[in-house]
C-alpha cells in the first residue's frame, strides 16, 4: 500500500500542478524551523528577462519547502482543467518546477504570467469556479481507482485557511479514501498582479499542520513580486 500511495502521489501531482483544518491531529506533521525570504530576494536574473524567464525565476525552490526533498521527477499533468492547458493561448509565459518528493509530500507549482493584470484575474475567476474543483476531484479519483485497482469512494473538498498573499488566493484540499489508507492532494491558487500561480501539494499521510502550505505561499509571492518588478 506504501508503494501503491507513492504512485498516486506521483500521478495526482502531475495531474493537478496549479497548486483540513488548523491544529494537530496526530498525522506525521512536517516540522523544521521556517526559512525566511531572503533567499528569494537573491536569485540570480538571467541576461534577458522576458516572461517566459520572468515565470521562471517565479518559482518555488527545494529550499523554499520546509521539509527536506529527497527527490524529484519531471511529470507533468494532463488534467484538462489545469491551468496549463486553460490558458496555454493566453499566457506571455510559463514555467512548472520539478515534482519535488519529501518524506511525507510532493510538491509542484507552476505560473503563468498574463499580458494584462485583468487577464490574470479573469483567469483566477475561472480557476476558483466549482466546477474546476470538480474537474480536479474526477481526475484524481479516476487515477487513484486505475492504480488502486479497484473501485474508492469519492473524493471530498475541503477549504484550507491559509494565510492570503497577493491580490486573490484559494486553496483547498481533495481527500482520497483508498483501501486501508488516504491519501489527500491540496490545491493552492495565488493571483499576484498579472501572475497566477497554482501549487499542489500531494500527501501520502495527510497532515493538519499547514506550515508547510503557508511557508510555500510567502515564499512563492516574494519570488514572483520580485520577477515582475525586475527591470529587463
Request: net charge positive.
Given at each position: 500500500?506504501?508503494?501503491?500511495?507513492?504512485?498516486?502521489?506521483?500521478?495526482?501531482?502531475?495531474?493537478?500542478?496549479?497548486?483540513?483544518?488548523?491544529?494537530?491531529?496526530?498525522?506525521?506533521?512536517?516540522?523544521?524551523?521556517?526559512?525566511?525570504t531572503a533567499a528569494a530576494a537573491t536569485t540570480p536574473l538571467p541576461a534577458r528577462l522576458d516572461d517566459p524567464?520572468?515565470?521562471?525565476?517565479?518559482?518555488v525552490r527545494p529550499t523554499d519547502i520546509t521539509a527536506e526533498v529527497v527527490g524529484r521527477d519531471n511529470s507533468?499533468?494532463?488534467?484538462?482543467?489545469?491551468?496549463?492547458?486553460?490558458?496555454?493561448?493566453?499566457?506571455?509565459?510559463?514555467?512548472?518546477?520539478?515534482n519535488y518528493h519529501t518524506m511525507y509530500v510532493n510538491v509542484q507549482q507552476s505560473v503563468l504570467l498574463f499580458?494584462?493584470?485583468?487577464?490574470?484575474?479573469?483567469?483566477?475567476?475561472?480557476?476558483?469556479?466549482?466546477?474546476?474543483?470538480?474537474?480536479?476531484?474526477?481526475?484524481?479519483?479516476?487515477?487513484?481507482?486505475?492504480?488502486?485497482?479497484?473501485?474508492?469512494?469519492?473524493?471530498?473538498?475541503?477549504?484550507?485557511?491559509?494565510?492570503?498573499?497577493?491580490?486573490?488566493?484559494?486553496?483547498?484540499?481533495?481527500?482520497?479514501?483508498?483501501?486501508?489508507?488516504?491519501?489527500?492532494?491540496?490545491?493552492?491558487?495565488?493571483?499576484?498582479?498579472?501572475?497566477?500561480?497554482?501549487?499542489?501539494?500531494?500527501?501520502?499521510?495527510?497532515?493538519?499542520?499547514?506550515?508547510?502550505?503557508?511557508?510555500?505561499?510567502?515564499?512563492?509571492?516574494?519570488?514572483?513580486?520580485?520577477?515582475?518588478?525586475?527591470?529587463?
Amino acid at each position: 500500500m506504501q508503494r501503491w500511495t507513492g504512485r498516486l502521489a506521483c500521478a495526482a501531482c502531475a495531474a493537478l500542478l496549479i497548486s483540513g483544518g488548523c491544529g494537530d491531529s496526530g498525522s506525521p506533521a512536517v516540522h523544521s524551523k521556517r526559512r525566511t525570504t531572503a533567499a528569494a530576494a537573491t536569485t540570480p536574473l538571467p541576461a534577458r528577462l522576458d516572461d517566459p524567464a520572468r515565470a521562471r525565476i517565479s518559482l518555488v525552490r527545494p529550499t523554499d519547502i520546509t521539509a527536506e526533498v529527497v527527490g524529484r521527477d519531471n511529470s507533468r499533468n494532463h488534467a484538462i482543467c489545469s491551468p496549463r492547458r486553460l490558458f496555454k493561448h493566453r499566457v506571455t509565459g510559463v514555467a512548472t518546477t520539478p515534482n519535488y518528493h519529501t518524506m511525507y509530500v510532493n510538491v509542484q507549482q507552476s505560473v503563468l504570467l498574463f499580458r494584462k493584470t485583468a487577464a490574470a484575474a479573469a483567469a483566477f475567476k475561472r480557476v476558483s469556479r466549482p466546477d474546476v474543483a470538480r474537474c480536479f476531484a474526477d481526475y484524481v479519483h479516476r487515477e487513484a481507482a486505475i492504480r488502486a485497482g479497484t473501485s474508492i469512494g469519492s473524493v471530498t473538498r475541503q477549504a484550507l485557511i491559509v494565510e492570503p498573499v497577493g491580490e486573490q488566493s484559494i486553496s483547498y484540499r481533495l481527500s482520497v479514501p483508498i483501501p486501508q489508507n488516504e491519501a489527500a492532494v491540496d490545491v493552492l491558487f495565488n493571483r499576484i498582479g498579472r501572475a497566477l500561480s497554482g501549487v499542489a501539494l500531494v500527501w501520502r499521510v495527510p497532515s493538519q499542520d499547514l506550515e508547510l502550505q503557508e511557508a510555500l505561499v510567502v515564499h512563492l509571492a516574494t519570488r514572483v513580486r520580485q520577477a515582475l518588478t525586475a527591470r529587463g
